[in-house]
């Protein structure tokens, strides 16, 4: 089975605008997580994403949002971006979510200059 | 609040040393406890998770909910367990990951 896949890999924006962000989940993975990994706050939940609907909301500004299709692929999009925006955007993906396995994709290195 | 602590950011080891990789978390409910591993230059993967109670590359990890605290223990480290480790808990709403723990296995 191929994995979690993330695309871009890397992306450089400068302050104010949006950036858009792909996840395409392991085949038959119907939910969806996000994650922003920075060296000083380590992995902080997003939010989750199962049968196209969000489930479930980490502490981020209205500024973060997101999406999922119905095949399961998931789309995160930050508007006006800020310098502190700058990390690992990290996508995990399990069959229904709650406490099933995670499985990574290799992440988004996101640089707001 | 935070829910899974990690106090140790940096462990080094020698090779065949015990090694013991500490997490305490916080929830009053019935915790879902992982241990995710990062090697180099590889993405996240889970090494193993409490309720399968299974060792995996020689880790195991017992859950004490008197202590709160779920530690990753290994008699033998080996230069390949080099890597970072996250502790995790799951409320069944989300993970919760701690800031991580860099091992490194001295030759």
């Known amino acids: 089975k191929a994995g979690v896949t993330q695309t871009p890999r890397y992306l450089i924006k400068t302050r104010g605008q949006q950036v858009t962000l792909s996840c395409s989940p392991i085949?038959?993975?119907?939910?969806v997580s996000w994650y922003q990994q920075t060296p000083g706050q380590g992995l902080q939940f997003l939010f989750e994403y199962f049968s196209e609907t969000q489930r479930n909301k980490g502490n981020f500004p209205g500024r973060f949002s997101g999406r999922q299709f119905s095949n399961s692929r998931s789309e995160m999009n930050v508007s006006t971006l800020e310098l502190g925006d700058s990390a690992l955007y990290l996508c995990?993906?399990?069959?229904?979510?709650?406490?099933?396995?995670?499985?990574f994709g290799p992440g988004t290195r996101l640089t707001v200059l | 609040a935070q829910r899974v602590t990690q106090p140790e950011k940096l462990l080094s080891v020698f090779k065949g040393a015990p090694v013991e990789l500490k997490c305490n978390y916080s929830y009053s409910g019935s915790p879902e406890l992982f241990w995710y591993v990062q090697y180099s230059r590889q993405r996240l993967q889970l090494l193993l998770r409490?309720?399968s109670r299974e060792s995996i590359k020689g880790f195991t990890a017992d859950l004490n909910k008197g202590e709160t605290s779920f530690h990753l223990k290994k008699p033998f480290a080996q230069e390949e367990d080099s890597a970072m480790y996250y502790c995790?808990?799951?409320?069944?709403?989300?993970?919760?990951f701690g800031t991580g723990t860099s091992l490194t296995v001295i030759p």
């Open positions: 995990a993906s399990s069959w229904a979510g709650r406490t099933d396995t995670q499985y």
């Open positions: 995790a808990l799951n409320t069944g709403n989300q993970f919760y």
């Open positions: 085949s038959g993975h119907r939910s």
């Open positions: 409490h309720i």
